[in-house]
């Protein structure tokens, strides 16, 4: 299998001496980090089209607009490069996971996620099925941003799916 030394490569090709090498081993290249991998010989047009299926992937989650380092929504403001999140001009006191949760939902406004692309976004881990973790961070932080948090208006619940963003904040 050949890779190079980038820690950033999701992409990685296999030639058939290193596939039967390979053989029994389930998972080829998706083991080692990768996301994705070619059999040798590959045409063009399959690179091509996995490469946009991979960049398409990695925008859902990085939709940020970069140049920006405040988002507004509604009586909230989120300060990306203070750190710091205020509603009605007052700063709020957010753990860092709180922080980086409001700041997941409000770089991707209207996006349902599950539980599990959550976690993986949020605390970069792969998810353990620990569902009470997630709920009990999300019900922190709308005790923190929401006047009722009982009937939230900024993250809400989307019943047998997830949470998501609500509300129109322009």
Same mark, same amino acid.
């Given at each position: 299998m050949k890779s190079s030394k980038n820690q950033?490569?999701?992409l990685r090709s296999c030639s058939d001496a290193d596939r039967q090498r390979q053989r029994?081993?389930?998972?080829?290249?998706?083991?080692?980090? *990768? /996301?994705?991998?070619?059999?040798?010989?590959?045409s063009n047009s399959e690179f091509l089209a996995r490469v946009s299926s991979l960049? #398409?992937?990695?925008?859902?989650?990085?939709? *940020? /607009?970069a140049s920006g380092k405040t988002i507004v929504l509604g009586r909230l403001s989120i300060d990306r490069s203070a750190h710091e999140? #205020?509603?009605d001009g007052l700063p709020l006191e957010l753990t860092a996971k709180e922080f980086d949760l409001l700041?997941?939902?409000?770089?991707?406004?209207?996006?349902?996620?599950t539980k599990k692309q959550i976690y993986r976004a949020v605390w970069m881990d792969e998810y353990a099925f620990d569902d009470n973790n997630i709920?009990?961070?999300?019900?922190?932080?709308?005790?923190?941003?929401?006047?009722?948090?009982?009937?939230p208006v900024y993250i809400?619940?989307?019943?047998?799916?997830?949470?998501?963003?609500?509300?129109?904040?322009?």
């Open positions: 950033g490569e999701k029994g081993r389930q998972g080829i290249g998706a083991s080692d980090g *990768a /996301d994705d991998y070619l059999t040798k010989p590959f960049l #398409r992937r990695y925008t859902v989650f990085n939709t *940020a /607009d999140v #205020r509603k700041l997941f939902f409000a770089q991707n406004p209207g996006k349902v996620f709920m009990v961070h999300i019900r922190r932080l709308r005790k923190k941003i929401e006047d009722n948090p009982e009937n809400l619940t989307v019943w047998g799916v997830g949470y998501k963003l609500g509300g129109d904040f322009k």
